[in-house]
């Protein structure tokens, strides 16, 4: 080994190591933030309390339905808009094949379609894609429609990815069969969401029949954290999210049943 390959493998190695040092730092669950980025909140106090200020920049999330929508990710699409509409900036949204976002509904989640920029991806190439924008220069957030399995190889070149650019990348992975338990294999994503539809409560005002939309939002994995549940429902325009009043005694540990529904996991006196 020559003398400039010794100076180019130490180069990599520290930067290696400065990246490590700087995670641990976001996400060590008294650490706070350090000079890292400020964490992109969700807009829902409790959990961006939960979550020591909000999810991590530079990192990857992903978004997983429940039962028939795993293979739709309606809901896990319309918590991604959410979160976007609390941030700003650019944002990349790879579709695949038929590419169906829709312009009124990320209005009514507080996105600019103005920020947006499409892109259809055929399966094989959506990872590639995916890789290739969040390296991209002055891209605020990343957002990919994945089917199937997500292996930790592919994950791993994703996370490094967004950490280098600062770019956050969102994952909605989706599966045609319900129980499909490679969505819940390891990956090095910083959390993993799951998002489900609940019983809506009481109609609203001169509504017959109508009620809020009401959701459960589980953390199933927050690395460097704790996995929590909570149930939220969708505000008034722009349609927020906002904590459910629910009767006490609901339990909050989603971690417990990582495939099963909501009814589960969740105990409502």
């Given at each position: 080994m020559t003398r400039t390959d010794r100076t180019?493998?130490?180069?990599?190695?520290?930067?290696?190591?400065?990246?490590?040092?700087?995670?641990?730092?976001?996400?060590?669950?008294?650490?706070?933030?350090?000079?890292?980025?400020?964490?992109?909140?969700?807009?829902?106090?409790?959990?961006d309390r939960h979550l020591h200020g909000g999810l991590l920049r530079g990192a990857v999330?992903?978004?997983?339905?429940?039962?028939?929508?795993?293979?739709?990710?309606?809901?896990?699409?319309?918590?991604?808009?959410?979160?976007?509409?609390?941030?700003?900036g650019p944002v990349v949204w790879i579709g695949g094949g038929l590419f169906d976002l829709h312009a009124d509904g990320l209005v009514r989640a507080g996105v600019d379609p103005g920020r947006l920029l499409?892109?259809?991806?055929?399966?094989?190439?959506?990872?590639?894609?995916?890789?290739?924008?969040?390296?991209?220069?002055?891209?605020?957030?990343?957002?990919?429609?994945?089917d199937g399995a997500l292996s930790l190889t592919a994950s791993r070149r994703l996370q490094l990815a967004a950490e280098g650019s600062g770019a956050t990348c969102f994952l909605?992975?989706?599966?045609?069969?319900?129980?499909?338990?490679t969505l819940f294999q390891p990956t090095a994503s910083a959390t993993r969401w799951r998002i489900a539809a609940l019983p809506s409560p009481a109609p609203i005002a001169g509504v017959r029949g109508v009620?809020?939309?009401?959701w459960s939002v589980d953390l199933l994995r927050c690395r460097g954290g704790r996995p929590g549940s909570w149930i939220v429902e969708v505000g008034d325009a722009p349609d927020r999210l906002v904590m459910a009043?629910?009767?006490?005694?609901?339990?909050?540990?989603?971690?417990?049943?990582?495939?099963?529904g909501p009814a589960a996991c969740h105990a409502v006196a």
């Open positions: 180019d493998m130490l180069a990599r190695l520290r930067g290696q190591i400065a990246r490590m040092e700087r995670n641990a730092a976001r996400v060590a669950p008294d650490a706070g933030w350090g000079d890292g980025p400020a964490p992109w909140g969700l807009a829902v106090p409790e959990i999330h992903e978004v997983i339905g429940q039962g028939g929508d795993m293979t739709l990710a309606v809901l896990p699409a319309r918590f991604v808009a959410h979160v976007l509409g609390v941030g700003d499409g892109v259809a991806a055929g399966r094989d190439d959506m990872l590639a894609v995916c890789e290739d924008s969040v390296r991209a220069c002055g891209v605020a957030a990343v957002v990919a429609e994945l909605i992975r989706r599966s045609r069969r319900p129980d499909d338990r009620g809020a939309a009401r009043a629910v009767p006490a005694g609901r339990a909050t540990a989603a971690a417990a049943c990582p495939v099963a």
